[in-house]
């Protein structure tokens, strides 16, 4: 697909049909990941492919201790409604896990979030190339990443940045809108 027409028709999907995602497509899928870019190419992330049934169960059951806990904690209204379904549904998650310790030059001048940023860059990639190919997907970031971490057996030195549910679709979703580009000319400036 055209990159301008991709961009804008990948969407948050939420509800997927249980068709399988062939080893191609993941194999794609997982190569766009790596593609991303990267502080000095380190390629600071790794991927856990999960298709077993009691794992995504256990993986949604995290999610939904996280839900309860945002409910019990006053969050928003549409926390109770939210169905996490999605992580039962999908036939794929990709997990993405990133490790702070590849960051690149930023730890010279206080900037932490070098491998973060790759890894968000690399979920970004997983995201469009799903996309191409009519693969729906998600960047799934509602739980406590500890109890992911425990539950996925992620060492401590890592980090779990994401789980990306992916398949084909049950549902084209609308697009939520998007605000007009707010950008600054030289410095920046204050809104008035
Ligand atoms: C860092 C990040 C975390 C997100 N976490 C979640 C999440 O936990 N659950 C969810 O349903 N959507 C999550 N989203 C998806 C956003 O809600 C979605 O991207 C946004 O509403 C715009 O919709 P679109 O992706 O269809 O354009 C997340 C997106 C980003 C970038």
């Not at 928003?76 to 999605?86: E, H, I, L, N, V």
């Not at 010279?108 to 995201?127: D, E, K, R």
């Not at 970031?141 to 994401?162: D, H, M, Q, W, Y």
Request: aromatic content about 8%.
């Amino acid at each position: 697909m055209d990159f301008k027409d991709l961009v804008k028709f990948r969407r948050s999907c939420r509800s997927f049909e249980p068709t399988a995602v062939s080893e191609e497509q993941l194999d794609a899928i997982l190569d766009a990941g790596q593609w991303a870019p990267s502080p000095m190419n380190l390629q600071p992330w790794e991927f856990i492919v999960v298709s077993d049934p009691e794992m995504k169960k256990r993986i949604r059951q995290v999610g939904e201790e996280a839900r309860q806990q945002v409910i019990d904690g006053g969050g928003p209204g549409w926390a109770k409604k939210y169905s996490m379904a999605f992580l039962d549904q999908a036939p794929v998650l990709i997990v993405v896990v990133s490790d702070p310790s590849k960051g690149g030059l930023g730890g010279f001048f206080g900037q932490s979030q070098g491998a973060m940023q790759a890894a968000c860059a690399c979920v970004q990639n997983i995201m469009l190339a799903a996309a191409d190919q009519g693969l729906g997907s998600l960047w799934f970031t509602f739980f406590n990443p500890e109890s992911a971490r425990a539950i996925l057996g992620v060492p401590v030195e890592k980090e779990v940045v994401a789980v990306v549910p992916v398949g084909r679709p049950q549902q084209t979703p609308e697009a939520p809108p998007r605000k007009a580009p707010r950008a600054h000319l030289d410095r920046y400036a204050a809104a008035k």
